[in-house]
């Protein structure tokens, strides 16, 4: 066995764990982005819907949808930064599981350096063991026919 097969075993571990972790995020800033988008496109259709009423109760809606729009614009502004900070965690996982990648792969490439080298070991082995029982038997040869 390979001797630093248990360390690649690990590290092919680790990126597992990253790769899913990093896929929660995904999923979580997907979501509050929806989020973003869904609150954004409500006040926009209220207030499309509010300037196409000619009636009288146009001026109270638009009262009530001013009053709203104190909160509706904290809650988007809280969404964004939510979203800066998991982008921002985001990016941090992506730039963790490339490391823990780039390792990986660097020990696939000793790990196949080392498998290489072994087989050119063992056939040089092989050749000394096929050379040193030729030259046997050609000194029996050579002994037994005089």
Do not use: C
């Not at 997907?30 to 300037?51: F, N, S, T």
């Amino acid at each position: 066995m390979w001797r630093l097969q248990r360390v690649l075993d690990v590290k092919t571990k680790e990126e597992q764990i990253k790769r899913t972790e990093l896929f929660r995020l995904t999923e979580q800033l997907a979501a509050k982005r929806g989020e973003l988008l869904m609150r954004q496109r409500i006040l926009q259709d209220l207030l499309a819907e509010i300037q196409q009423d000619p009636s009288a109760d146009r001026f109270n809606a638009q009262e009530f949808v001013l009053q709203r729009a104190a909160v509706d614009d904290e809650q988007i502004h809280k969404l964004r930064e939510e979203i800066a900070a998991l982008e921002a965690r985001h990016k941090e996982k992506t730039a963790e599981m490339l490391a823990v990648r780039r390792f990986k792969e660097g020990l696939e490439r000793l790990r196949e350096r080392a498998k290489e080298e072994y087989i050119r070991e063992q056939e040089r082995l092989e050749q000394n063991e096929l050379d040193e029982n030729t030259t046997i038997a050609f000194a029996r040869n050579e002994e037994h026919d005089r």
